[in-house]
């Protein structure tokens, strides 16, 4: 019967329906084009990101043919979410750049000129009630038997703020230092390289046996403070 059948006030009806469109029905706003700049650094940083994934499996030039490095680095690019062929071609043209400024370094021969070499080392590092794990980017041991950590960093800083940056990396590279020590029964070298300028910095045994120690009173301090 017509007596039962739903009764909508137009007015409401009207709101409802003008709610709707707002909320639901309306097109994704249009954005703004990104900074310039903004695009520019963000694309520094995967340049800094496609290097470090070639140095991982030591894709360097004149070690694979040319366009194949080409390609790897664009497919490396392409993972990290660079899909615009402008875009793409120069994170690849600057990669190629750095990847060859590292190739004729004197780090590159050191670490070619090796005993052993080990790439992508994972480690579990016990201290006291502590267990940690990570992933060193080179091991290697030279001619004379030294053992050395070596860790990629892939921050835009200059040659002359390199120093500066690498102190906060100092316990990172302590626990790889004493996970290393543990298995080989020797302290060794430590040192970053940084990606974008091409710099390598050592870190002093002193130095990262020191934050070592300090690990657990900044853990405590850190947890004070939350």
């Avoid at 017509?2 to 709101?15: N, S, W």
Wanted: aromatic content about 8%.
């Amino acid at each position: 019967k017509l007596g039962r059948a739903p009764y909508y006030d137009p007015t409401q009806r009207g709101r409802a329906a003008f709610r709707q469109s707002v909320l639901h029905d309306m097109p994704d706003p249009v954005r703004p084009l990104p900074d310039r700049a903004a695009d520019v650094g963000r694309l520094r940083r995967v340049t800094g990101e496609v290097v470090h994934r070639a140095l991982q499996v030591n894709l360097l030039p004149g070690i694979v043919d040319h366009n194949e490095l080409l390609d790897r680095l664009r497919a490396f690019a392409w993972q990290i979410g660079v899909t615009d062929e402008s875009g793409e071609n120069l994170v690849v043209r600057q990669a190629r750049d750095l990847l060859d400024r590292y190739a004729n370094s004197e780090l590159r021969r050191e670490i070619d000129a090796a005993v052993e070499v080990f790439r992508e080392v994972p480690f579990v590092y016990h201290r006291g009630e502590r267990t940690i794990h990570g992933v060193i980017d080179v091991l290697y041991r030279d001619k004379r038997g030294k053992w050395h950590v070596l860790d990629y960093k892939t921050a835009r800083v200059s040659w002359q703020t390199a120093l500066e940056s690498a102190k906060q990396y100092t316990l990172q590279v302590g626990i790889y230092a004493r996970a290393v020590e543990a298995q080989t029964g020797q302290a060794p070298a430590a040192a970053l390289y940084y990606i974008h300028p091409g710099r390598r910095v050592r870190v002093s045994a002193d130095d990262w046996a020191r934050a070592v120690e300090r690990l657990e009173d900044d853990i405590r301090a850190a947890l004070q403070d939350d």
